[in-house]
């Protein structure tokens, strides 16, 4: 079994910074693309930002000029960097990966549990 922990959530004020930290373990093989996600109450959860085994991404319009993610595939942890907080932000954030597991014949999708992101003042 894979587990996915997200950490780096907390409250922040309007314009701060938070970096969201996602690492997963277990008899993993490969982890092809990983991503985060977010809900916020009432809402659908909401993709924000992928990023691909070449280590190219794609981010959600809603989020691209001010969040930027990024893979460190020795550590098998996906960031996300957000800034310039808004109160638009406030959600549980959650990662996603695509892993391949030791002995496997193919990739599954992997959910963490979700960190608490809330910007108020």
Not at 21 to 33: M, N, P, R, Y
Not at 68 to 86: F, P
Not at 104 to 117: I, K, M, P
Request: hydrophobic share 35%; net charge neutral; proline share 2%.
């Amino acid at each position: 079994q894979v587990q996915l922990v997200e950490s780096g959530g907390g409250l922040v004020q309007p314009g701060g910074s938070l970096r969201l930290s996602c690492a997963a373990s277990g008899t993993i093989f490969s982890i092809s693309t990983m991503g985060w996600y977010r809900q916020a109450p009432g809402k659908q959860r909401e993709l924000l930002a992928v990023i691909m085994s070449d280590s190219s991404t794609n981010l959600a319009d809603s989020v691209k000029d001010r969040f930027t993610i990024s893979r460190d595939n020795a550590k098998n942890t996906v960031y996300l960097e957000m800034t310039s907080l808004k109160s638009e932000d406030t959600a549980v954030y959650y990662c996603n990966a695509k892993i391949l597991l030791r002995f496997s014949v193919r990739e599954y999708d992997y959910w963490g549990q979700g960190t608490q992101v809330t910007v108020s003042s």
